[in-house]
């Protein structure tokens, strides 16, 4: 077994790696640049090494920088984490020629599965199912047809050179295709100057469903059952299950079966994926294909570890030290249900923008779990961070905060367990979607399994503005409003030099949600009585919340636990829990009479702005002063979370003053340039 190893990696993969790797008595060494010098990964390690400034390109992805930091410190096995280098297949051949372990697939299956092209031909030669389609030139509409009914419709007619949508037409019918064929290749030459169209099958309510495969030195190849990973955004993994909703135990075996067969026919071993695509309208369990193979470690492997009490980690360093695996896929087993959810730093009330900045207070929800394994029981919570209260997110890697894993002997289980633990996430000072991802485990498409690709964009197509709440909620959030009133009230109230003897109501009018609630508290041994209506039961609400705590804790009815996060204003209360944030006004009843005649405060009009939407570099300046501007024109170029963002003219205007240069930081809302 090796005796030190070093993680090419940074953050939470480095962290997980590090814990692993300690237990089975390792030693560790990280790396790290500028950005990362105080990182929670570097202060874990048994030694950290200095790669170079904060962008990766400088630091985390030299490869001579990596292989020169294992030397100075005796490290005889490299882990790659998710693979800033894992990809490389010169990595991998670099490591063999130092005499150093990688701790990952060999450099042939690196390559092998490196080009997507390539690999579709070994997948297919392998026995895997891949799209169908025809690649070659279609020489009229008579062919087409032919070609589409051989496939079988829908089918998909896309330009050869075409994207952004363009060049493409779907077609259900052969009608469908000799009306569209021609059209196509009008729009393909037009567009992109090349006349050429291919048809390949269209996949009906695509599902993103992949397979975790675990292979020794010694010819051993199991697959660990499938992962969910359908819920995306742009294409980035937001949402992960083991195992799928839609996939039954004999699609299961199917699936295992190719995936294993591709990973042999490259010669694989340690951990890999095998992603497909897969149809939810075809309920044969036939209609998946093969997208592509992942020859390293993913994200979302807790739930696998979660489902089958295996510690992915550990596998691949055993078998990169040459062990056997110590199991067949007849001892496999799948247990419970496990969800992943990604904290992201980005705002999804601001369309998802990137936010970067120091984490003000980063408390997550205490894990309740033996670490990497425990299958059975109640349920458990796992969190994977690389990240601590102070520190910083920063502009030039990944925006992901920490995952979130839970376990439950059903899906709804560690779905519920899911939402209680984002209730207990403390997280301020940059934007996250700690609400988007509570409002996902509860919306009821989710909660019938009913996933797509599309499911983002498809249920949330105007944005996300929180989750909604029921009349139920409202109810019990202006119940906890109130208990939280009269506990502040109370410790006013015990205030010792006051002028007058204070008196205190109990007596309150709370507005929430468009909502009035005229209540009234009684108080009893275990907490309050918190009365509506005579003719409704009244609320029993007990907690420990002391004033000042930013987290509270209310048992309802002496069964329900509703964890809400607190913040005091001016005139009342900001509560979230349950996937968004209420704003709740709590008033004693003469207060509530003289509020309505309060005259509303009108927000300043910043329309003459262009304000930074994300903090950011502002990495180019499009217009001058005095320069007159369209609507849709180019100001400004904002690079955030290695993305550059184009800010564009919303109306016509004149440019009156430029507040800062290229190269300037910018915090969100910063003023760049004004308009006349």
């Not at 910018?666 to 004004?674: G, H, M, P, R």
């Amino acid at each position: 077994m090796f005796k030190k190893i070093l993680v090419a990696n940074r953050g939470e993969i480095a962290c997980r790696v590090f814990r692993t790797a300690k237990r089975m008595g390792i030693a560790t060494v990280a790396v790290y640049s500028d950005a990362d010098a105080r990182a929670p990964h570097v202060l874990m390690a048994d030694e950290a090494v200095r790669l170079g400034p904060a962008p990766a390109a400088e630091s985390y992805l030299k490869a001579e920088l990596i292989l020169a930091a294992a030397k100075a410190t005796g490290a005889d096995a490299i882990h790659p984490g998710y693979g800033f280098l894992s990809e490389r297949e010169s990595f991998a051949k670099a490591c063999a020629e130092a005499g150093i372990a990688f701790v990952g697939p060999p450099a042939n299956a690196i390559a092998a599965m490196g080009d997507k092209i390539e690999s579709k031909k070994l997948a297919k030669a392998a026995g895997v199912n891949v799209v169908p389609g025809y690649l070659g030139e279609i020489a009229d509409t008579d062919e087409a047809v032919k070609i589409a009914s051989d496939i079988g419709y829908p089918v998909m007619m896309k330009a050869s050179a075409g994207g952004g949508g363009k060049g493409m037409r779907l077609a259900w019918s052969e009608q469908d295709v000799r009306e569209g064929f021609e059209a196509t290749k009008r729009e393909g030459l037009a567009s992109f100057g090349d006349d050429r169209v291919f048809i390949e099958k269209f996949i009906e309510q695509p599902r993103h469903i992949e397979i975790q495969l675990i292979g020794d030195q010694h010819g051993n190849i199991v697959y660990l059952g499938e992962r969910e990973c359908s819920i995306q955004r742009r294409h980035q993994k937001v949402v992960e299950e083991a195992p799928s909703p839609f996939v039954t135990p004999e699609m299961r075996r199917k699936m295992g079966e190719q995936a294993v067969a591709l990973a042999r026919a490259v010669g694989y071993y340690s951990a890999g994926t095998v992603e497909l695509i897969v149809s939810g309208a075809d309920k044969t369990g036939d209609g998946f294909y093969f997208l592509e193979m992942n020859t390293r470690l993913q994200v979302e492997h807790p739930v696998t570890e979660a489902v089958t009490g295996l510690d992915l980690v550990e596998q691949m360093i055993r078998v990169a030290a040459g062990e056997k695996l110590a199991f067949t896929q007849d001892e496999v087993t799948l247990t419970g249900w496990a969800i992943e959810n990604r904290v992201y730093a980005e705002d999804p009330y601001r369309g998802f923008l990137p936010s970067t900045g120091r984490l003000v207070r980063y408390a997550p929800p205490a894990a309740q779990e033996t670490p990497y394994g425990a299958v059975g029981g109640d349920g458990y919570v796992r969190v994977d961070d690389g990240v601590a209260e102070g520190g910083e997110v920063s502009m030039f890697y990944d925006p992901m905060i920490a995952k979130l894993i839970t376990w439950g002997n059903t899906r709804d289980e560690a779905a519920d367990l899911q939402v209680a633990a984002l209730d207990r996430f403390q997280l301020d000072g940059l934007g996250n979607n700690i609400d988007f991802l509570s409002a996902l485990m509860q919306h009821p498409r989710f909660r019938s399994g009913a996933l797509t690709t599309g499911f983002i964009a498809e249920e949330y197509p105007e944005g996300f503005e929180g989750a909604p709440a029921d009349a139920t909620l409202l109810r019990k959030l202006a119940a906890v409003a109130t208990v939280l009133d009269l506990v502040q009230a109370s410790r006013a109230v015990e205030i010792s030099g006051q002028l007058a003897t204070p008196t205190m109501s109990t007596e309150r009018v709370v507005l929430i949600g468009g909502e009035r609630f005229d209540i009234s508290v009684d108080g009893h041994a275990g907490g309050m009585l918190v009365n509506f209506d005579p003719n409704e039961a009244p609320l029993d609400i007990a907690t420990g919340w002391q004033p000042g705590q930013r987290l509270a804790q209310f048992r309802i009815d002496g069964e329900e636990l509703l964890s809400v996060g607190v913040q005091r204003g001016r005139a009342g209360w900001t509560l979230r829990t349950r996937g968004a944030a209420h704003d709740v006004k709590v008033y004693a009843p003469r207060v509530a009479e003289l509020a309505g005649h309060m005259i509303e405060k009108i927000p300043p009009d910043m329309s003459r702005f262009l304000l930074a939407p994300m903090p950011g570099l502002l990495t180019r300046i499009e217009v001058g002063e005095g320069e007159k501007v369209e609507a849709g024109q180019p100001l400004a170029v904002v690079e955030a979370m290695k993305m550059e963002n184009i800010l564009r003219a919303e109306k016509a205007g004149v440019v009156k003053a430029i507040n800062f240069a290229a190269g300037d930081s910018l915090a969100v809302d910063a003023a760049i340039l004004e308009f006349e």
